[in-house]
């Protein structure tokens, strides 16, 4: 029976008009763990991924399939571990939030626009929800995870902030990719894939395909950073680069980071040591939890079962 189910087309009525029926052709384009993603699932995928990002349209639309079925796999990997561990309930304060970001980054000012906007692109704004949903699940399941192995170096970034009163400070606007690889010889066609991408849509539209940190709902954005929170290797990176450049992949415990320079200023500031302590330490926390997140995924995704049809 089940062979039987993977090669027998089935067929869908989408809409009956008064004179015909119109039947669309559904078959299997992967399966993980025993759940399917139809060919269905990706036509909704890539009308989601371009209604978010239109300059998705500039791309040959193969490698929007690619970039679609990529994103329902990861997305299938995550829920099928979050179930293992709790039903996912969204807080719904939380989520009618990151919707309202969303929709902003795109310029629509409410969410009746924004269902309006979903609706003429044939899109379920409840399985709009639903994909949000998955995400915040994950990092709450992250969170749960390892919240203990967070470990926060309070004295080191008290030196760090010191530096503030003893030389300008640069002041860094930056965006991020995250990317990782299952073996060293995907390295250079998975670096040479995603240049190619920055060249064709920009470094935002980029990271919100490829990359696997949770800035990528911003397009990277990790907003402003004093140059003193970062290492030694970063820093040393971004002194190449000028800006509007991004670095070269560098190296991390949770893949291979590629950092955007879009502005730079150089201040000689009074802060608010308190509360710019508070900042270094959210940045480092959300740092590692990242780093976690990433490595985790990695793992969960190594020892799936995973048919692509």
Aim: aromatic letters at 12%.
């Amino acid at each position: 029976m089940r062979n039987f189910f993977f090669k027998t087309y089935i067929f869908l009525i989408l809409s009956i008009f008064p004179f015909k029926t119109v039947y669309c052709e559904i078959f299997i384009v992967a399966e993980i763990n025993q759940e399917v993603i139809t060919n269905i699932d990706v036509d909704f995928e890539k009308r989601y991924l371009v209604s978010l990002n239109p300059n998705l349209q500039k791309l040959d639309q193969n490698r929007i399939t690619e970039f679609a079925k990529d994103s329902l796999i990861n997305e299938k990997i995550k829920k099928i571990e979050i179930e293992r561990s709790f039903e996912i309930k969204p807080n719904q304060a939380l989520l009618s939030k990151v919707i309202e970001n969303i929709y902003s980054s795109i310029g629509i000012s409410n969410l009746s626009e924004f269902e309006n906007y979903l609706s003429q692109n044939n899109i379920d704004i409840e399985r709009v929800k639903e994909k949000i949903s998955i995400e915040m699940a994950w990092n709450d399941l992250i969170v749960k995870i390892f919240t203990n192995e967070i470990e926060i170096d309070e004295n080191l970034i008290k030196k760090q902030l010191k530096k503030f009163d003893e030389e300008k400070v640069d002041n860094l606007l930056l965006s991020e990719i995250i990317f990782t690889i299952n073996n060293k010889n995907e390295f250079e066609s998975k670096y040479d894939e995603i240049k190619k991408s920055i060249n064709e849509i920009g470094f935002g539209e980029t990271a919100r395909i490829y990359s696997l940190s949770d800035s990528r709902k911003s397009g990277g954005n990790l907003g402003w950073i004093y140059k003193n929170q970062l290492s030694k290797e970063i820093k040393d990176e971004l002194n190449e680069i000028s800006t509007g450049d991004f670095t070269k992949p560098i190296v991390t415990s949770g893949g291979f980071l590629i950092l955007k320079l879009n502005d730079i200023k150089s201040e000689s500031l009074e802060i608010d040591k308190d509360a710019q302590l508070k900042k270094m330490i959210e940045f480092e926390r959300e740092r590692q939890f990242t780093t976690f997140s990433t490595l985790y995924y990695k793992r969960i995704y190594n020892i799936a079962e995973i048919n692509e049809k």
